[in-house]
């Protein structure tokens, strides 16, 4: 189903504040992302201030709800753990996520809203900008661990995610270009394995897994979606093991090191099991609301000094940790909405059957919640802009579904 509006409207602002949204939060990498997130974000506050009260109904969307009750488990914390400033920001860091209530707003008042395949063309060409630069610092300029002026494990995500996205241009139309998009996760994987980031590989994996055993499902009996598939894993597979071989030697035992994170063996990844343990520890102490933002690198470099003290590190690395610290088991429920905000759309059985918002609700799910498993991706940063976009344009799409079928109805 198309998301083009029918219905002339004098939207020519929304359509642009959606279109500004969309390609900001997605296709610059590295560095860029950065200015792109803000970009976004300026975006989403202006739609948010013109369109907020004419459009308040789509804040009472379940997607919508689940971010506002989620900003305001954060908040309902606070009296309990205040410190100081710092522990002001916890909700702060959650605040980005409106992003996708103010690209929601913008579905009735736009008098265009992007089809699938031009949002899954943003993606698939964000992860190969981001595997372009990354592959010219790596072999060019000799960079171990490029990421574009990022740190490597987000300009790894970035592309993870954006590459990831991309697959929901497969599930929309009849042409055989729409396979082109099954690259977008292939760019993404390569980027990930460039920077040489566990977190991300997995995250690439995790999405592409997920994204093509959902798509065999629907076009299994289509030949040249078979072919299509094959040649793309064949090409991942290719890569993955060019890249090995040239140096990147972390993916060949991805699983194996993966789980150091989460224990001390004696390594380099004993920082990250320290963080995680003392994430553990606070939850423990304080298991209803946590110990508060500002506490917890505090309580990390007590418990380990050896590992944590004086490494400049300003959370705990992953979202699970963070939210738990920070929050306690309100801050765990916190994320687990967060996560869920893009199921809730498929509450509604028309959203159900437009497969390429089923597709996308369930890669955004997966991709923020493997990418955040071992990395922190919710905050002021670019990883949470992209998912808050991104959850945003369905959302909008979504809303667009909705109207149409209302306008189309007999008792309209």
């Given amino acids: 189903m198309s998301t083009a509006r029918s219905i002339p409207r004098a939207g020519s602002l929304a359509s642009a504040l959606l279109l500004i949204a969309i390609c900001s939060a997605i296709l610059p990498p590295g560095y860029g992302a950065y200015i792109g997130a803000y970009l976004a974000l300026v975006a989403s506050i202006v739609a948010l201030a013109i369109y907020g009260w004419s459009e308040r109904t789509a804040v009472r969307h379940p997607t919508s709800l689940a971010i506002l009750v989620a900003i305001s488990l954060v908040i309902m914390t606070l009296p309990f753990v205040y410190r100081g400033s710092q522990d002001l920001l916890a909700p702060v860091l959650v605040l980005p996520m409106l992003a996708t209530i103010a690209m929601g707003l913008l579905a009735r008042p736009a008098r265009w809203v992007p089809g699938v395949p031009t949002f899954a063309l943003v993606c698939c060409t964000a992860s190969a900008i981001a595997l372009i630069g990354g592959a010219y610092q790596h072999f060019g300029l000799g960079i171990y661990r490029p990421g574009l002026g990022n740190n490597p494990i987000h300009y790894g995500s970035l592309a993870v995610m954006a590459g990831g996205l991309a697959l929901v241009g497969v599930a929309t139309g009849t042409s055989s270009w729409r396979y082109f998009f099954l690259l977008g996760p292939v760019f993404g994987l390569a980027a990930a394995v460039i920077s040489d980031s566990r977190g991300p590989m997995l995250g690439a994996l995790a999405m592409g897994g997920v994204g093509i055993v959902t798509l065999f499902v629907w076009l299994r009996h289509d030949r040249w979606f078979q072919v299509a598939a094959a040649a793309g894993v064949v090409l991942a597979v290719t890569i993955v093991i060019y890249l090995v071989g040239s140096g990147n030697a972390r993916i060949a035992g991805i699983l194996h090191s993966g789980l150091d994170i989460f224990r001390f063996s004696g390594g380099t990844d004993d920082i990250r099991a320290a963080l995680y343990a003392s994430a553990i520890e606070m939850l423990r102490t304080s298991p ?125």
């Fill in 288 to 412: 209803v609301v946590g110990v508060g933002l500002g506490q917890i690198m505090v309580t990390a470099e007590t418990l380990f000094p050896q590992q944590v003290a004086g490494t400049g590190l300003e959370n705990l690395h992953a979202d699970w940790a963070n939210f738990g610290a920070m929050a306690g088991g309100l801050g765990l429920l916190a994320w687990l909405l967060l996560l869920a905000a893009p199921l809730l759309l498929l509450l509604d059985a028309r959203i159900r059957s437009d497969r390429p918002t089923l597709l996308g609700a369930i890669l955004l799910t997966t991709g923020q919640f493997t990418l955040g498993i071992s990395n922190a991706t919710f905050g002021i940063l670019p990883q949470t802009t992209i998912y808050a976009v991104g959850l945003g344009y369905f959302l909008a799409r979504a809303r667009c579904i909705a109207l149409e079928a209302t306008e189309t109805s007999p008792q309209s």
